[in-house]
């Protein structure tokens, strides 16, 4: 059992540079979402959904984007990368939206120069 | 202002002792309160998951407290090994359809 796995685990782009950040889950959650995680700040939530062909904007949703064609893949795309998308994302699942535990990947770092 | 705040910002202790971790919340009501280990370099890990309701939650050395009067909680640590060393989040959960509310995280030392 995986659990939540994102790829890559670290990536380094150029400003103006797009990219995808893939996400999968194997444990059938319907809910799935998107983080950042900044020095000195809370995770920031990005995109979630809450199941196949649903998505919605969270926080910080500017210059992402998202999609959910099956339950098990929720990938984040950058349209055209900047040095403040520098940060570390994680990818989210649960069963629901709110009281099951929410099981993160183990991040991806990612650098914009 | 932060909805949550957390205290220590970070905290050494000798292996084996206990300790407190404090995270004050303004926001009410709220569906529940999580807390959160992370490792460097990993994602954060559920230790609890708290309804307001509930007063105290533990997983094996890690107990959560929940005083809702106060708008407190508290995770103890008992007996502290070096692989507690991490950052530990607290996480509130409003009702309807709005984020989670993120501490920023107390990073927890443990030294031999």
């Known amino acids: 059992n995986a659990g939540v796995t994102q790829t890559p685990k670290f990536q380094v782009l150029k400003t103006g540079q797009s990219m995808t950040l893939q996400c999968a889950q194997d444990?059938?959650?319907?809910?799935m979402s998107w983080y950042r995680q900044d020095p000195g700040m809370g995770l920031r939530l990005i995109h979630y959904?809450?199941?196949?062909?649903?998505?919605d904007q969270g926080e910080v949703p500017n210059g992402y984007n998202v999609s959910r064609s099956t339950t098990e893949d929720f990938p984040l795309r950058l349209l055209s990368a900047a040095p403040s998308q520098t940060s570390v994302y994680f990818c989210?699942?649960?069963?629901?939206?709110?009281?099951?535990?929410?099981?993160f990947g183990e991040g991806s770092w990612l650098t914009v120069v | 202002k932060n909805q949550v705040e957390q205290s220590p910002q970070s905290l050494i202790i000798l292996e084996g002792k206990n300790c407190t971790l404090q995270?004050?919340?303004?926001?009410?009501?709220?569906?529940?309160l999580r807390w959160y280990k992370q490792d460097t370099g990993r994602g954060p890990v559920s230790l609890t998951i708290?309804?307001?309701?509930?007063n105290t939650k533990s997983n094996g050395r890690y107990t959560a407290t929940l005083d809702a009067d106060t708008k407190q909680s508290s995770l103890h640590i008992t007996a502290s090994q070096l692989s507690d060393s991490a950052s530990y989040i607290c996480?509130?959960?409003?009702?309807?359809?709005?984020?989670?509310?993120f501490g920023k995280g107390t990073r927890l030392s443990v030294i031999a």
């Open positions: 989210a699942s649960s069963r629901d939206r709110e009281r099951n535990t929410i099981y």
């Open positions: 444990m059938n959650h319907e809910y």
């Open positions: 959904s809450v199941g196949a062909g649903i998505t």
């Open positions: 995270c004050n919340y303004t926001v009410s009501p709220f569906s529940n």
């Open positions: 708290m309804t307001f309701s509930e």
């Open positions: 996480v509130v959960r409003l009702p309807g359809n709005t984020p989670l509310v």
